[in-house]
């Protein structure tokens, strides 16, 4: 005989007394506390009936006269409870009379119940069900049914306590139960894999799955109970058709077997109990199956919420993990191997599997690498000579390549699963859960799990380590680039080393500096006109340290052979382009010398030392083109420095140059002075760019032309040096003629090349920059002396009266541009005339050719017509023709034609042309 199990929406037997404790809740959480509640209320169980207000009272008895017996007939909902206690108390016999006629045996067994509850609770307490042994067949027999209520309703409560296999230690405790209550001889559980495709023999001292079964029917009695859900109660087990192939390994003297699922509240199979009675004992039946499906119902339940309950204990560890990865990946990054460790150890104890191994993908090869492979014991594990195989090879290959999971239960079934490595180990494979690691879309590796140490490897496991893996791909991206990025820091070293070598000066170039022979006069160099095209490097280079020498002669703190390193430094660290090298850093430099002397003392100490190092470091490192080309190219600088690109670069290498050993002429300084000569350097630097000289120039003139300037405000002086830096970077255009000229033709060296550049591109440069408009170049020379370098040097001599010769140079190299732009415009002039001339000289003679070549034609045409007529004939000697003198005036006919122009008719008409040409003009 068969049934369907029990509905569980059917009526239970109550939860006695059931609490919702605070630790309860604490466990659950309060959403999964409300569910349970509701459930209670409405589900399969009833609240036990506490209330005995609905409950017939009878009247009480004639001796207790003295109690109005009215009080019975009022509102109970009105009256005092103390008032009934205090009733009560007085008169136990009405009391007793009540019970005795009006409650039943269940409520008094009830009342019982909630008496003993404590000591009850106390004595079974289920706080740590794993191991607890249930009473024994009688005693629990012999147990109230309130009792075994109760101790449901414990178990129910404490099921959140259970860790661990909570499948098996859960339901062996309930088919114990079972077992006793029915008399069974023995029982056989069977557990479900979480896809519910089958069920395996459960043992608690197995560590993989006994008896693997397909769940279908037409096979064994357990499989059929699985497939249909139905219970079934069979008397002749070995016999039935509906299980051919038996009941497993079942004793053969069983008479009778109940075999009943076991469901969850969502309807999913948890598993199935074969409850057996041997010959000799009464069969199982119907109302056997009652029970076994009360009990199994709460069962299911139980095991829900302790499903859930495990399942936010492994949530919570998840989390716990993924925060510390996370910590890992910015904190605790020393290595790819050391994250691949992290990784591995925390994926075997995730899926509680026996081994792991992660393979990263090597694009360029196409093939997986490991260098530790399974690793089974934890962080200690000796690092190990690094594998590879084809990408397209094994489980590992194959999930790489498609990028899919695979949850395979029986290794060696699987074609895809490569036995080499379990031959040369001999570890055999049952399980594995191999799954990709992505990051940005793509495959950078793959992690393999081996055998799960207790059944097979499951969808919560597949769901728990797909959470794990974008954390696992975020930590071994950025170990990667981590080892990028410490790969890049070492070559930079070297590169920096390699280059420091180069760029710095050696021994013998000092010595060559300090013996270097100066042929310039000390009083030509003092000058602002003093012309630097005719030194050579190392003269300037010595020149350099002189001046500055000269400037600090008092201050004792700058080493002259620190110095000297740092100048020919300098020197080395300017490119060969046209116009930003070195020359023309010793011409800036030399004018800053010029305007720090010609300030009668107004600029002295570190702020001097600020302004000439400055000028002497401002352009270092130049490539010969400006800031626009660097930000329309995009150039690692301009991505590096976004506004005033090239000064940004050109402090920075100032500052690089200083920490070089022995280079650091500001070592001596104190720790402020030493901040504030550096930040003076910086701002001196940056001010060379001509962006800032238009606003820094306009607040500065207002302020002087109110008569507000005051050289005790650090902003104002600051605003000076920036005039003053920018005055002595374009000095050239207040040199003398022949120096301002030969500057002014390699700085349109530099732009023309520029220029040139930005056509190749397929871009139009600026006029200035454009080698076609060439013959322009006195017009913006006129342009750049008028709009920037004559006002700065007139508002510099207002500040410094000393700095007059600037001013007085400007305007004499203005006067010779403007004289080139006028007579630049005269020739023009002229050459327009002298075209016109020409174009009127071409039309008059192209009509006089036009009207010979019409005459000539005409002439020709008539010629042989003549020739035609003068032609002999003999018949009539007297025609034309035949007459000499008739031949002779033909020929004299034609020359006199009027279509034809005599030379010297031809010679007054070109004569009468360029007349009336004259008259025009």
């Not at 930079?492 to 050696?506: F, M, P, W």
């Not at 040097?793 to 009266?801: N, Q, T």
Request: charged letters at 25%; a neutral charge.
């Amino acid at each position: 005989m068969s049934t369907k199990q029990i509905n569980t929406n059917s009526p239970l037997p109550p939860l006695g007394s059931f609490k919702t404790d605070k630790n309860l809740e604490k466990s659950f959480g309060s959403k999964e506390l409300t569910e349970l509640m509701s459930i209670i209320a409405e589900g399969p169980f009833r609240k036990p009936l506490h209330n005995i207000e609905k409950m017939e009272i009878s009247s009480p008895s004639s001796t207790q006269s003295n109690v109005d017996p009215n009080i019975f007939l009022k509102d109970l909902s009105t009256l005092d409870p103390e008032i009934i206690f205090s009733f009560l108390k007085k008169s136990p016999k009405i009391l007793d009379s009540f019970v005795e006629e009006h409650v039943s045996i269940e409520m008094l067994e009830l009342w019982l119940g909630g008496k003993t509850y404590t000591k009850f609770q106390d004595n079974i307490s289920l706080a740590s069900l794993v191991g607890y042994d249930l009473p024994s067949s009688t005693s629990w027999k012999n147990t109230s049914s309130f009792e075994r209520q109760r101790f449901m309703g414990t178990f129910f409560e404490n099921v959140h306590g259970l860790m661990g296999d909570v499948h098996g230690t859960l339901l062996t405790q309930i088919a114990n139960c079972c077992a006793s209550v029915l008399d069974a001889a023995d029982y056989v559980l069977y557990l479900a894999d979480e896809s519910a495709k089958s069920i395996w023999t459960y043992s608690p001292e197995s560590i993989t799955n006994i008896n693997l079964q397909t769940i279908k029917e037409g096979s064994t009695l357990p499989c059929y109970v699985a497939a249909t859900l139905e219970t079934v109660i069979c008397e002749k087990p070995f016999t039935d058709q509906r299980f051919p192939h038996g009941v497993n390994d079942t004793d053969e003297n069983i008479a009778s077997i109940l075999c009943s699922p076991i469901i969850l509240p969502h309807g999913d199979l948890a598993g199935i109990l074969q409850l057996n009675r041997a010959f000799g004992t009464q069969a199982f039946t119907e109302k056997d199956n009652q029970i076994v499906n009360g009990y199994l119902a709460w069962g299911g339940i139980a095991l829900h919420y302790a499903e859930m309950f495990q399942g936010m204990q492994k949530q919570r560890k998840l989390n716990d993990f993924l925060l510390s990865v996370t910590r890992s990946i910015f904190q605790d990054i020393v290595s790819m191997d050391k994250v691949i460790m992290k990784i591995m150890n925390f994926a075997q104890t995730l899926v509680d599997a026996d081994r792991t191994s992660l393979f990263l993908v090597d694009t360029k090869t196409e093939e997986l690498y490991a260098r530790i492979f399974d690793i089974g014991i934890g962080l200690d594990t000796k690092l190990r000579k690094e594998i590879r195989f084809p990408k397209s090879k094994g489980v590992a290959g194959y999930v790489a390549t498609t990028g899919e999971t695979l949850n395979i239960k029986k290794a060696y079934d699987d074609p895809r699963f490569n036995r080499e490595i379990d031959q040369q180990t001999g570890y055999t494979t049952h399980s594995l859960l191999c799954m990709p690691i992505f990051i940005r879309g793509n495959i950078i590796g793959v992690v393999q799990m081996v055998n799960k140490k207790k059944g097979v490897f499951t969808p919560n496991d597949e769901k728990a380590f797909q959470t794990f893996a974008v954390y696992c791909g975020l930590a071994l991206h950025h170990a990667k680039l981590y080892d990028k990025i410490r790969r890049s820091e070492q070559k930079y070293k070297v590169a920096l080393e390699v280059l420091s070598y180069h760029s710095t000066c050696n021994e013998n170039e000092i010595w060559a500096v300090r013996n270097c022979e100066k042929k310039t006069k000390w009083e030509d160099i003092s000058r602002f006109e003093f012309n630097a095209f005719d030194l050579k490097e190392l003269e300037m280079a010595s020149i350099s340290i002189d001046l500055f020498r000269d400037l600090f002669q008092s201050d004792s703190r700058f080493d002259l052979t620190e110095l000297t390193r740092f100048v020919l430094t300098v020197r080395k660290n300017y490119r060969r382009v046209p116009y930003h090298n070195w020359t023309h850093a010793f011409t800036v430099a030399h004018c800053m010398y010029c305007v720090v002397k010609s300030s009668a003392g107004i600029i002295d100490g570190l702020e001097a030392v600020a302004l000439y190092v400055a000028c002497l470091c401002h352009d270092l490192d130049h490539r010969g083109k400006n800031n626009e080309w660097m930000k329309v190219e995009g150039t690692p600088l301009a991505s590096v420095y976004t506004t005033s690109t090239l000064e940004h670069h050109h402090f920075n290498q100032t500052v690089t140059i200083l920490q070089h050993e022995g280079h650091n002429i500001f070592s001596q300084l104190s720790q402020s002075e030493y901040k504030r000569v550096l930040a003076t350097v910086r701002d001196c630097i940056l001010a060379t760019d001509l962006a800032q000289f238009f606003g820094n120039k306009a607040k500065l003139f207002d302020i002087v032309k109110k008569n507000e300037f005051n050289w005790k405000l650090e902003e104002h002086r600051a605003m000076m040096r920036a005039l003053a830096m920018t005055c002595c970077d374009l000095s050239a255009c207040a040199k003398p003629w022949k120096t301002q000229y030969e500057t002014v033709k390699v700085i349109f060296q530099e732009f023309y090349a520029q220029g040139d550049e930005e056509k190749a591109l397929g871009r139009t440069p600026v006029p200035m920059m454009d080698r076609d408009t060439a013959d322009k170049l006195p017009n913006h020379q006129v342009g750049f002396l008028v709009g920037i370098c004559v006002p700065g040097y007139e508002l510099l001599a207002k500040l410094i009266p000393g700095t007059v010769p600037l001013v007085d140079g400007a305007k004499k190299n203005l006067s010779v541009w403007n004289a080139m732009v006028k007579k630049q415009n005269e020739e023009k002039e002229k050459n327009n005339h002298e075209n016109v001339d020409k174009e009127h000289l071409a039309v008059n003679t192209k009509d006089i050719q036009e009207v010979e070549k019409s005459n000539e034609q005409n002439a020709r045409r008539k010629t042989n017509e003549l020739n035609a007529i003068k032609k002999p004939n003999e018949n009539n000697p007297d025609r034309i023709g035949n007459n000499p003198d008739d031949s002779n005036s033909v020929t004299q006919s034609v020359v006199r034609s009027p279509g034809m122009l005599s030379e010297a008719r031809r010679n007054k008409l070109l004569k009468n042309s360029k007349s009336s040409l004259r008259i025009k003009k």
